[in-house]
């Protein structure tokens, strides 16, 4: 199947510092998503990117649509301690809606206090 | 407002057995999915319904059956438990359209398989 790569897979930062994820694909998107899993539960949707080389905020968190359509971005400016967890992006591999959504490997973030 | 709602969140079978993994919504939301969890491999999707009636197969769909008489409910059932099968299980829902709508994840079902 159809796979996304995220890198790094973990993270350990201090609080405050600012965090930079990818998520690269070895074939074209028309989507990008980008889930948080907080620990026991389910993944919540961040952001959702539409059109390639968009640019979206949501607070603290910055996430980019690359320009080949086969990447994307996720910042997070100033991390707090809610900022643990893994994130997750996603693609649908259809080109309609949710079907085949495919999801990456995850980047878990740890916060060192 | 309940959500997606998965039952039970523990289960422990044995080799063998058969079980149902329950998912139910009450958005009234077309498209149900069901994924499972691994470490290091993300979330693979196992089957997915665009409605009540349809179902189709994901990525990884062997050994899983599912149906969707309801629109409010998508269960998941194990004929044969494998410990290859050992995971935790997620149902989501959500609008159906062109467009990806957010995905509404339950909190999961941890099923380990002796």
């Known amino acids: 199947g159809q796979q996304l790569n995220q890198s790094p897979q973990s993270m350990f930062i201090q609080e405050g510092e600012d965090v930079s994820m990818n998520c690269t694909s070895s074939s074209i998107f028309n989507t990008w998503l980008w889930y948080k899993q907080d620990p026991g539960e389910g993944p919540v949707l961040l952001i959702a990117?539409?059109?390639?080389?968009e640019l979206t905020s949501n607070g603290r968190l910055t996430a980019q649509f690359g320009i080949t359509r086969k990447d994307s971005f996720l910042n997070i400016s100033a991390s707090i301690p809610s900022d643990v967890g893994i994130y997750f992006c996603a693609g649908p591999i259809s080109n309609f809606g949710n079907e085949k959504l495919t999801f990456g490997t995850g980047t878990r973030l740890t916060i060192i206090p | 407002n309940a959500g997606v709602t998965q039952t039970p969140k523990f289960q422990v079978l044995k080799t063998g057995q058969s079980m149902t993994l329950q998912c139910a919504q009450d958005?009234?939301?077309?498209?149900m999915s069901w994924y499972r969890q691994d470490p290091g491999m993300g979330l693979r999707l196992i089957h997915y319904?665009?409605?009540?009636?349809?179902?189709d197969q994901g990525e990884v769909p062997n050994g899983y059956n599912v149906s969707r008489s309801t629109t409010e409910d998508f269960p998941l059932r194990l004929l044969s438990a494998a410990p290859s099968q050992t995971s935790v299980y997620f149902c989501a829902s959500s609008y159906s359209g062109f467009y990806p709508s957010p995905l509404h994840f339950g909190n999961g079902t941890r099923l380990t398989v002796t």
């Open positions: 319904s665009v409605g009540a009636g349809i179902t």
């Open positions: 958005m009234n939301h077309e498209y």
């Open positions: 990117l539409y059109k390639a080389g």
